[in-house]
């Protein structure tokens, strides 16, 4: 079964430090897989995905996030943050043929303090 | 751009009452999904459809039952709200292997 890990419940960063988000998976393959961010009150909204090619994937935001199949891992990076990151990210993997069926990390809260 | 809108953001119910949760999406897309979120455990996956009419469980269908009686729509029924359904639901739409549109979600307590 697919399952993720995201090691990090809480994250305190700076405003103008970098960011890395860690997320780690299992999967019998390779899998797709997402960086969602939920700001306060609201639904998700997709930061990022990879389903092949290039393991650096760019995003929105200025974020970024590398896969590293030896690692498993899928972790979400950006140079510098901004008080407007602070929210909740959650990493997702899904099957080739299950698209719609994300299993979720738990989620990492970030704080940003001026 | 898509809009996927569930109808309550704030819903507050007693134990064993009927609860419904409506979601509509405006983009036409094919399937749908109900997720829980609770702190700490991320979303789970409840209930979703490909098609009007069509359901299929997920990871957490207990106590939970959906309907889809038109594409647009799709609701989460919790036949005997009990206590341990309090919880942040968030529908989401897809059009085939897209990535998934969220709500902002209804913050439901039972009580």
């Known amino acids: 079964a697919q399952s993720v890990t995201q090691p990090d419940i809480h994250i305190t960063v700076s405003e103008g430090a970098s960011l890395e988000l860690r997320c780690n998976y299992s999967?019998?393959?390779?899998?797709?897989l997402f960086w969602y961010v939920q700001s306060p009150g609201q639904g998700l909204q997709l930061l990022l995905k990879?389903?092949?090619?290039?393991?650096l994937v760019q995003g929105i935001k200025g974020f970024e996030a590398e896969f590293k199949r030896s690692q498993s891992s899928f972790n979400l990076r950006k140079p510098s943050v901004h008080w407007s990151d602070a929210a909740e990210y959650f990493c997702?993997?899904?099957?080739?043929?299950?698209?719609?069926?994300?299993?979720f990390g738990a989620g990492t809260q970030v704080v940003v303090t001026p | 751009d898509v809009k996927v809108t569930q109808s309550s953001r704030y819903l507050v119910k007693r134990t064993g009452e009927k609860v419904f949760l409506e979601c509509v999406q405006d983009m036409d897309h094919e399937n749908m999904f109900w997720y829980r979120q609770d702190p700490g455990l991320g979303l789970r996956l409840i209930y979703f459809?490909?098609?009007?009419?069509?359901?299929e469980k997920g990871d957490i269908p207990e106590g939970y039952s959906v309907s889809r009686e038109k594409k647009e729509r799709f609701s989460l029924i919790l036949e005997s709200a009990s206590t341990n359904q309090t919880s942040m639901y968030l529908c989401a739409s897809q059009r085939y292997n897209s990535p998934l549109h969220f709500g902002n979600g209804t913050r439901l307590t039972v009580t």
């Open positions: 999967y019998g393959a390779t899998p797709y």
């Open positions: 459809s490909y098609d009007v009419k069509m359901k």
């Open positions: 997702a993997v899904a099957g080739v043929d299950s698209w719609g069926k994300l299993q």
């Open positions: 990879y389903f092949s090619g290039d393991t």
